[in-house]
């Protein structure tokens, strides 16, 4: 891919924010960006076409709309609204039962646990095909 992804962060905590945003820097792979505290908001500007990621690194607990919720919610968009988006959970949450609904849900193609690592930003973009080989 020429273009640098379009990288959605989907979380309410700011230092994890911080966090993955180090991650992506130091991992060195060109992207670009976008952070949001608010699930509904983001999905707001999905729906509305004002943001369309290539990818979405999605948080579990949220207050307001959570992760699954988002997910859910996402699924519903037009056809149009998601394609070309990979959604993928990055969660502090050890639960076995979160990464096998991960697992059933949809929309979800992968499951990750905090912190975020370069090595797990190489995979998930060489998996996807967002890094020349």
């Known amino acids: ?56 690194l999605l948080d579990i607990n949220m207050p307001g709309m959570d992760g699954w919720e988002f997910a859910e919610a996402y699924d519903q968009l037009r056809e149009s609204q998601r394609t070309g988006t990979i959604v993928m959970m990055l969660t502090t949450s050890l639960n076995p039962s979160d990464r096998e609904r991960a697992e059933r849900c949809g929309v979800i193609e992968r499951f990750f646990n905090k912190p975020l690592t370069a090595e797990m930003i190489e995979t998930m973009l060489r998996t996807h095909g967002f890094l020349d080989d």
Do not use: C, N, W
């Open 1 to 56: 891919m020429s273009q640098a992804p379009r990288v959605l962060l989907v979380d309410d905590s700011t230092p994890d924010l911080v966090l993955h945003q180090i991650a992506f820097e130091e991992a060195g792979y060109p992207v670009e960006l976008e952070s949001y505290q608010k699930a509904a908001e983001a999905l707001r500007d999905i729906e509305a076409g004002t943001l369309k990621p290539d990818l979405i």
